[in-house]
């Protein structure tokens, strides 16, 4: 990285894989690995992301997603709400996220379950009248340990103080964020 928090280098980019941001930054976080915490809030800010339109988001981004135009990333503390077992509350002042499917788990490169990614989808205006824009938004969780096949979406089993949420502008191009890992299917 460049010494004003910028991009860095020509041709550097900070392009994470699903299973980086869930074993690496997301879980470190949580668990607060002290020689790693400075290191990870530079790289991922946590943010209140709800509180904010999308658009707003990316001046908030830590500085290795200063000046990238496509995604941005942010630790998400649990609210109040939640942790009361409520559900999140994704309003903004004028819109919402609406979540999108279920939730898919995410795999590591040996095939292990080791979190759930929820995508959801910003409205302008109110549900259930609201207009869709093209602001995605991945939310990602971790497993506390490796789940067994058949309970792998169990509340229990994730790790719930933080979320780690990839926010992007939907284009009409698939990127590597977009793709399954060939002979992974989707449990739903």
């Known amino acids: 990285m460049d010494g004003e928090g910028g991009m860095g280098a ?21 668990q607060g690995t002290t020689r790693l915490l400075q290191h990870i809030d530079r790289v991922i800010p946590q943010l209140h992301v709800y509180d904010f339109y999308p658009w707003d988001l990316p001046q908030y981004a830590g500085e290795c997603c200063q000046g990238d135009l496509e995604q941005w990333f942010f630790f998400i503390p649990r609210q109040k709400k939640e942790a ?7 309003l903004t002042s004028s819109g919402y996220w609406k979540a999108t499917g279920s939730p898919n788990t995410v795999y590591s490169w040996n095939n292990r379950a080791i979190g759930i990614k929820r995508t959801m989808v910003f409205y302008n205006g109110r549900a ?3 207009t869709k824009t093209k602001w995605k938004m991945n939310e ?12 792998t979406h169990k509340p229990e089993l ?14 009409n191009s698939l990127r590597a964020f977009d793709r399954r890992p060939s002979g992974v299917a989707s449990v739903n």
């Open 10 to 30: 020509p041709g550097f980019r900070f392009y994470p894989t699903e299973e980086e941001l869930i074993a690496f930054y997301l879980k470190h976080k949580i």
């Open 128 to 130: 259930p009248s609201g």
């Open 140 to 151: 990602y969780k971790a497993f506390k340990e490796e789940p067994s096949l058949n309970t």
């Open 158 to 171: 994730l790790m719930e103080e933080l979320s780690l949420c990839r926010v992007y502008v939907k284009s």
């Open 84 to 90: 009361r077992g409520g559900r999140p509350c994704r």
